[in-house]
């Protein structure tokens, strides 16, 4: 049941505790949300670390100054 909720394996498990009916509503919904939640979240999170490494091409860019932003 666990699985059903962690972002990485509900998308696997979760069709399957559907499809044997025994899923209430609500924990669907829970799945749902916690996926595109996380979706969201790491979107946003690769995307902010791209923008921070984008304008340093050719040297080494530590992950603390891709997440601030901050170049060479």
Known sequence: MIASFVPFSAPLVMPVRIATGTVPA????AA??????TTV????????????????????V????ALRGETG
């Open 26 to 29: 609500w924990q669907v919904a």
């Open 32 to 37: 749902v949300a916690i996926v595109v939640v």
């Open 41 to 60: 979240i790491v979107i946003r999170l690769g995307a902010r670390i791209y923008r921070g490494a984008v304008l340093s091409i050719g040297a080494k």
């Open 62 to 65: 530590k992950l603390r100054d």
